[in-house]
């Protein structure tokens, strides 16, 4: 029964390197409504991007249609490194725009500045920008940009009576861009001035390693909707709140400000985020690292259904989408092993990776896996995953595979299988191939997807 909430309507999926879980959101998709005629992804003709070396340029992409009709991409490279004073590798985010050819990406001023260092006369709060992974997520939405750095640190003190610390921890912070980038807001929802005396004793709901923003959404009514592992206890955390409280607050001025409207999973009954219900949760290091996929009940943060993975070590779980692929009307879940190894037929083992598609059948089960397994050595196939929408328009969504280290160049490949009434085309329907040079060494194509917008404005949906 549980899992027709995980309708189109309630979808949310995972993807967060952390220590036990990755975790995640994903939005449903809309994209049902376009005038789709037919497959319109120029693989001939692809568009050319690259960032600054060894950046992880293109770890995370979006799409960005401001008003004005011309697309963008917006493309994370959380180890770029910038210009901000004293900051080591903080990372950057790009705006890149569409067109054929290619054109120069360009730095997007989110934050120029260094570590802030407020000194007050009973407290002090520093915050700690190297190696951050600012743009390990983007997300766009009509003009806003949201784009996150989930290992930024902070440390708050307090001198009141005696001297009290929060200690330096990764909070994790999201940086939201305004008004055709003319205004930028700051939205850290675990950032806070909870103080520890003794380290080795828990404080209850203590966030103060919570690593906001390893997975984040801009819903259609605007709030921002950030995942956080919560490593230190192992829980998920979700936090949502709307923009405008965001721009109200002003958390780049005032860092310890708690954002009033703000919503937890983890809060107790009263401020459940009604549009939460369940979520999905990738643990590719879980049951003797043979992965599992958890969907979790968001509100008391309890497993309700666990799949297991095939094999040890294949990191089942690290990517995840939900999706309907047959059009019953009860999402499905696609799941990848990129690390998956197979026995080759001259008796050597090679490691291809693979992605097996879950169809429910019925509300909470699921059929026997359909399993699509790769082609490349070491190619991590299934690194990525993307729902495409219904791209050919026949009534059944269609999903982009990423093999981001695929191909004879290494510089990875997407892979597009068309959905039908039993799962997905054994075969990709198209593949493509990485846009960027081979001496530009974080290539990284197919990294991470996002699909089912009308990028070139064409009526057909694009992809990257
Ligand atoms: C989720 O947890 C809440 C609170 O414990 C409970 O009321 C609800 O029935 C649970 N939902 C499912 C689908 O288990
Ligand atoms: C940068 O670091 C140096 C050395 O630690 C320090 O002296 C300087 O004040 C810092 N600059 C800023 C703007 O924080
Ligand atoms: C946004 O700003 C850029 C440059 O500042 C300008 O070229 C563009 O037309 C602006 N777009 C809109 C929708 O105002
Ligand atoms: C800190 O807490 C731990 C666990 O409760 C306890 O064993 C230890 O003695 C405490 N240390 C101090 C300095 O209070
Ligand atoms: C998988 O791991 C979870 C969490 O540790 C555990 O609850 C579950 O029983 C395990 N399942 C199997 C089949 O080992």
């Not at 409504?33 to 692809?46: C, G, R, V, Y």
């Not at 939205?187 to 390693?209: A, F, G, H, L, W």
């Not at 009940?297 to 047959?326: C, M, P, R, W």
């Amino acid at each position: 029964m549980f899992l027709e909430m995980f309708s189109p309507k309630t979808v949310r999926v995972a993807s967060i390197p952390c220590l036990y879980y990755f975790l995640g959101i994903l939005p449903f998709s809309h994209f049902l409504f376009l005038q789709i005629h037919a497959f319109n992804l120029d693989a001939d003709k692809p568009v050319i991007y690259s960032g600054p070396e060894r950046s992880y340029f293109g770890f995370s992409i979006d799409f960005y249609l401001p008003g004005n009709g011309t697309p963008y991409l917006v493309v994370g490279a959380p180890k770029a490194q910038t210009e901000q004073v004293n900051v080591t590798e903080g990372g950057a985010v790009f705006l890149c725009p569409w067109a054929v050819g290619g054109s120069p990406c360009v730095l997007i001023p989110f934050d120029t500045e260094g570590n802030r260092n407020l000194n007050l006369a009973l407290e002090s709060m520093k915050d700690y920008k190297s190696n951050q992974w600012f743009g390990a997520t983007v997300k766009a939405d009509k003009d806003k940009l949201l784009a996150c750095a989930p290992l930024y640190h902070w440390k708050y003190v307090t001198r009141y009576m005696v001297e009290k610390t929060s200690g330096l921890t990764p909070v994790g912070t999201c940086l939201i861009a305004l008004q055709n980038f003319s205004s930028y807001a700051e939205y850290s929802p675990c950032r806070s001035t909870t103080v520890v005396i003794n380290e080795s004793k828990p404080i209850p709901s203590d966030r103060r390693y919570c690593e906001a923003g390893w997975s984040s959404e801009i819903t259609k009514d605007g709030d921002i909707v950030l995942g956080a592992p919560v490593c230190y206890f192992g829980q998920g955390l979700i936090a949502t709140t709307n923009i405008e409280q965001i721009v109200q607050t002003d958390q780049r001025k005032s860092p310890e400000a708690i954002i009033s409207q703000q919503r937890q999973s983890t809060d107790a009954k009263g401020s459940k985020d009604n549009s939460y219900e369940e979520f999905l949760v990738g643990a590719p290091g879980q049951n003797d690292t043979k992965g599992s996929v958890i969907i979790m009940n968001s509100t008391n943060i309890k497993a309700i259904h666990n799949i297991i993975g095939e094999q040890v070590a294949s990191y089942f779980g690290s990517a995840v989408a939900v999706l309907d692929i047959n059009n019953d009307g009860r999402d499905d879940i696609v799941v990848g092993a990129p690390l998956y190894i197979i026995h080759s037929p001259d008796g050597q083992l090679h490691e291809v990776g693979r992605v097996y598609i879950y169809l429910q059948d019925q509300p909470g089960q699921f059929r026997q896996p359909q399993k699509l397994t790769g082609t490349y050595r070491f190619g991590r196939y299934g690194n990525a995953l993307g729902n495409l929408g219904d791209l050919n328009r026949d009534g059944f969504n269609d999903v982009a595979v990423g093999a981001p280290f695929a191909g004879e160049d290494g510089n990875g490949r997407v892979y597009i299988y068309t959905g039908h009434a039993s799962g997905l085309d054994q075969k990709p329907r198209q593949e493509l191939m990485g846009p960027w040079a081979s001496d530009s060494g974080s290539a990284r194509f197919g990294f991470s997807l996002r699909g089912g917008s009308d990028i070139d404005a064409n009526e057909y949906p694009g992809d990257v």
